[in-house]
């Protein structure tokens, strides 16, 4: 079975540059994640989606972040304009609706804004 | 709120010797808590899990036991190894109609020879 996948791995970009993130989850998982993680700190979450539907997204900047999921599978996530303090690494997990699932985490994109 | 708490950020062993990582958390929906393991530019990995109130569970060695009267879920291992390396976080997953994770902070172990 596939895990989860994430494009780019790393991004470097100047500040007021605009940068997109892609998720690809576990087939089958309806539940998808997106997550940001500074430097040696713990992930913490941006948004989530139940299928298309977006069910928190509550910690998402939303004067500059945006997060699509349109067809319940892959997932894009758009920083639209660059700050230093954006730089981390953006984490995308997926999981299933079983009660014991656990969540599966894709490799990252890690951004560095300058 | 829901929030998880690891005291410790960094926390440096001598090869063979016990560890324990603390865990707590507060939350008014019934707990799932997780421990997941993150080495040097790898994505986190699920390490163990537990819903069950005073119950041991065990993985690759590791060891937590769930404990609602103390709200707590700490990591332990009687002998670390060089590999344990690495960045462990304690999640909450409450249960809403959907599952939201909550993680604390985290805390490197490293290990020395």
């Known amino acids: 079975e596939a895990g989860v996948t994430q494009s780019p791995r790393y991004a470097v970009l100047q500040e007021g540059q605009a940068v997109s993130f892609w998720c690809d989850p576990i087939?089958?998982?309806?539940?998808l994640y997106w997550y940001q993680q500074p430097r040696d700190q713990g992930p913490q979450l941006l948004v989530y989606?139940?299928?298309?539907?977006?069910?928190?997204n509550s910690q998402l900047p939303s004067d500059r972040f945006s997060a699509v999921r349109p067809k319940g599978t892959n997932s894009t996530l758009k920083i639209q304009s660059a700050k230093q303090g954006d730089t981390a690494t953006y984490l995308c997990?997926?999981?299933?609706?079983?009660?014991?699932?656990?969540?599966?985490f894709g490799p990252g994109t890690r951004l560095t804004v300058l | 709120g829901d929030s998880v708490t690891q005291t410790e950020g960094l926390v440096t062993l001598t090869k063979g010797l016990p560890v324990m990582l603390n865990c707590t958390y507060q939350?008014?929906?019934?707990?799932?808590l997780f421990w997941y393991v993150q080495h040097l530019n790898e994505a986190p990995k699920l390490l163990l899990k537990?819903?069950?109130?005073?119950k041991r569970t065990e993985h690759q060695g590791f060891y937590a036991t769930l404990h609602k009267s103390s709200s707590s879920f700490h990591l332990q291992k009687s002998s670390v190894q060089l590999s344990d390396s690495a960045l462990y976080f304690c999640?909450?997953?409450?249960?809403?109609?959907?599952?939201?994770?909550?993680f604390g902070a985290g805390t490197r172990l490293k290990v020395i020879a």
């Open positions: 997990a997926s999981s299933s609706r079983d009660n014991m699932a656990e969540q599966f």
């Open positions: 087939s089958g998982h309806d539940t």
């Open positions: 989606f139940r299928d298309e539907a977006v069910i928190d």
């Open positions: 999640a909450l997953r409450v249960n809403t109609g959907n599952y939201k994770y909550v």
């Open positions: 939350t008014t929906y019934s707990p799932f």
């Open positions: 537990s819903s069950t109130d005073n």
